[in-house]
């Protein structure tokens, strides 16, 4: 009986937990914008390189760059289950078809790689990867 009690305890756990998670993804993507919205917002905005952090800080701008790259890119070893599932939807998809969890999913995967330097979350990996995906396409 007190197995039992245990194993009904966290199963009910693990429902809040996966539950809790789904909304946070929900609030996260509540307006999925297109693939078409997101690349058209990446064009307009201008994204920075590390070439244009300071001189004193490029380093940890390139070395924040490439960790964050190893995780999104679906060909590295250490890229992301979410991340690969996004390029994966992301090479079939049409302009039409709207962003899938998948993609904010890889976004909150490779966050704390981009954080580790200021320059870089701010300038590049936050318009590319977290402004784009929540604006709405403004027709001119």
């Known amino acids: 009986m007190k197995y039992a009690a245990i194993l009904f305890l966290t199963v009910i756990s693990l429902l809040y937990t996966f539950q809790n998670t789904k909304?946070?993804?929900r609030i996260l993507s509540e307006y999925q914008?297109?693939?078409?919205d997101w690349q058209?917002?990446?064009e307009r905005i201008m994204l920075k390189t590390c070439d244009q952090d300071d001189p004193q800080d490029r380093q940890y701008c390139y070395s924040a760059a490439s960790k964050t790259s190893q995780c999104y890119s679906e060909t590295s070893q250490q890229a992301s289950t979410s991340c690969v599932h996004w390029w994966i939807y992301f090479e079939s998809s049409q302009g039409k078809d709207t962003l899938p969890d998948s993609f904010y999913q890889c976004a909150?995967?490779?966050?704390?790689?981009?954080?580790e330097n200021s320059f870089y979350f701010s300038q590049t990996f936050q318009p590319m990867w977290i402004t784009c995906s929540q604006q709405q396409r403004k027709e001119n």
């Open 33 to 36: 914008p297109t693939i078409f």
């Open 23 to 25: 909304n946070q993804h």
């Open 108 to 115: 909150e995967d490779c966050t704390q790689y981009a954080k």
């Open 40 to 42: 058209y917002c990446i």
